[in-house]
Nanobody, 123 residues
């Protein structure tokens, strides 16, 4: 059974940084693209970032504008999202997701999902 557990969320002031982690059990992630999504209260889920199986390709949502960085450590079966210069509008539950394919896309094709970690950015 594949389980994905996010961690690293919390309360941070605007302009601050957080690093989210997502560790997968029940499946080796090294062959698959991974991604992060978010959902703010009352809004639809939104694509944040994705990374190819080897880390060679990354994609980001338009709103990121160089503030976030996705990375992965296949030896640890973990994917990360470094978030800098956080804004109140970044407040959301952040979800980790995994594809069944090695190539990253701009948000589609995810099969497995974590339960999310809450990020709250205060002004």
């Amino acid at each position: 059974q594949v389980q994905m557990v996010e961690s690293g969320g919390g309360l941070v002031q605007a302009g601050g940084s957080l690093r989210l982690s997502c560790t997968t059990t029940g499946r080796t992630i090294s062959s698959y693209a991974m991604g992060w999504f978010r959902q703010a209260p009352g809004k639809e889920r939104e694509f944040v970032a994705s990374i190819s199986w080897d880390g060679g390709s990354t994609y980001y949502g338009d709103f990121v504008k160089g503030r976030f960085a996705i990375s992965r450590d296949n030896a640890k079966n973990t994917v990360y999202l470094q978030m800098n210069t956080l804004k109140p509008e970044d407040t959301a539950v952040y979800f980790c997701a995994a594809s069944d394919f090695p190539r990253a896309t701009r948000g589609g094709g995810m099969t497995y999902w974590g339960k999310g970690t809450l990020v709250t950015v205060s002004s």
